[in-house]
T-cell receptor, first 116, second 113 residues
């Protein structure tokens, strides 16, 4: 596609439900990043993939958060047993290069998660 | 770890005036500083970036300056237009992780026609 595509754009979950958020990066992009953006805040790093390898998951807030990119393209961010504090916009970004400082990051429009 | 402070949180200017947004960072090892523009409900988009071996960079009406000694960098927008209205985020990369950009909290810029 022409850009980074995320789905669903909006998700409402009841507390305790599991959710899965999908990211389709730009074709051929090596790097894929997930960020969490709370209302009125800047994005916060969650995890980073280089191809299928998850090189950094230091930003994942708890073991309820899990991300994968099994074939080095599409990525899924899974949140188990959602809590109200998980409510945020989850942004995916991809880059042709490795690392955030070697090439432009292209962001998707985000998945807005609301946990009731 | 790295910390990025961004000021002001809101900025209102008249069309045609200049706007300046300032950020400070804490880790002297930081070496890459991008700026992102995010319109309401839209994705962040890179508008300009600067590396630590450069003091200033310009792209038409947008410029970024970096003072490594003082550990601050600034975004300058000249001849502002209503379409410049958006939230602007500065960010810093310090090499601790290849994915970990540290973002400021954002500046909401309003350009009044």
């Amino acid at each position: 596609g022409a850009g980074v595509s995320q789905s669903p754009r909006y998700k409402v979950a009841k507390r305790g439900q599991d959710v899965a958020l999908r990211c389709d990066p730009i074709s051929g992009h090596v790097s894929l990043f997930w960020y969490q953006q709370a209302l009125g805040q800047g994005p916060e790093f969650l995890t980073y993939f280089q191809n299928e390898a998850q090189l950094d998951k230091s930003g994942l807030p708890s073991d309820r958060f899990f991300a994968e990119r099994p074939e080095g393209s599409v990525s899924t961010l899974k949140i188990q047993r959602t809590q109200q504090e998980d409510s945020a916009v989850y942004l995916c970004a991809s880059s042709l290069s490795t690392g955030v400082n070697t090439g432009e990051l292209f962001f998707g429009e985000g998945s807005r998660l609301t946990v009731l | 770890g790295e910390n990025v402070e961004q000021h002001p949180s809101t900025l209102s200017v008249q069309e045609g005036d200049s706007a300046v947004i300032k950020c400070t960072y804490s880790d002297s090892a930081s070496n890459y500083f991008p700026w992102y523009k995010q319109e309401l409900g839209k994705r962040p988009q890179l508008i300009i970036d600067i590396r630590s071996n450069v003091g200033e960079k310009k792209d038409q009406r947008i410029a970024v300056t970096l003072n490594k000694t003082a550990k601050h960098f600034s975004l300058h927008i000249t001849e502002t237009q209503p379409e410049d209205s958006a939230v602007y985020f500065c960010a810093s990369f310090y090499g601790g992780s290849q994915g970990n950009l540290i973002f400021g909290k954002g500046t909401k810029l309003s350009v009044k026609p």
